[in-house]
T-cell receptor
């Protein structure tokens, strides 16, 4: 199993551009999550999903959107990138108790 | 999310024990976790404890939970240079996790 995979690994965006961060898991987990990690901080939950077709906001959802059309994929969309969205983004999946994390996407908005 | 607090730095000599502490506010948390993050990598689950347990031991790792004080600790016995990393405490509520800011552990020879 590949586990949780994320693409791209790195990306630089200009202010106002949009992009989609991809996340795929092959463990047939129902729960999936998106977090951001700012320097010296813990992870903050952006959005999560409890199954295909169901998504909900986390602690810091503003400026982001998600969709969950399949069990495997949980993309995160940034519509109008802002410098405040410079961060490392982690995707995770879970059966309920243990969350497994992807390697992260480092995003810089200039 | 709920508040999860950790000390930011810990320096320990190789071979000694490390103790990383965490406090949290939500007494209804069902599972409490310790994750390890090495530079440039994602989070690796080290161990977790169910809220009705006081202690869990897993090889060099010992987790202690004091529910009354809402205090969680991770003890690493015989700390090695490979243990140098950031350690995150996390608590669960309704399948969502709240993380502390992380404790950077530096192992010196």
């Amino acid at each position: 199993n590949a586990g949780v995979t994320q693409t791209p690994k790195f990306r630089i965006l200009k202010i106002g551009q949009s992009m989609t961060l991809q996340c795929t898991q092959d463990m047939n987990h129902n729960y999936m999550y998106w977090y951001r990690q700012d320097p010296g901080m813990g992870l903050k939950l952006i959005y999560y999903s409890v199954g295909a077709g169901i998504t909900d906001k986390g602690e810091v959802p503003n400026g982001y959107n998600v969709s969950r059309s399949t069990t495997e994929d949980f993309p995160l969309r940034l519509e109008l990138a802002a410098p405040s969205q410079t961060s490392v983004y982690f995707c995770a999946s879970s059966t309920g108790n243990e969350q497994f994390f992807g390697p992260g996407t480092r995003l810089t908005v200039l | 999310g709920e508040d999860v607090e950790q000390s930011l730095f810990l320096s320990v000599r190789e071979g000694d024990s490390s103790v990383i502490n965490c406090t949290y506010t939500d007494s209804s948390s069902t599972y409490l976790y310790w994750y390890k993050q090495e530079p440039g990598a994602g989070l690796q689950l080290l161990t977790y404890i169910f809220s009705n347990m006081d202690m869990k031991q897993d090889q060099r790792l010992t987790v202690l939970l004091n529910k009354k004080d809402k205090h969680l600790s991770l003890r690493i016995a015989d700390t090695q240079t490979g243990d140098s990393a950031i350690y995150f405490c996390a608590v669960s509520n309704d399948y969502k996790l709240s993380f502390g800011a992380g404790t950077t552990v530096t192992v010196r020879a």
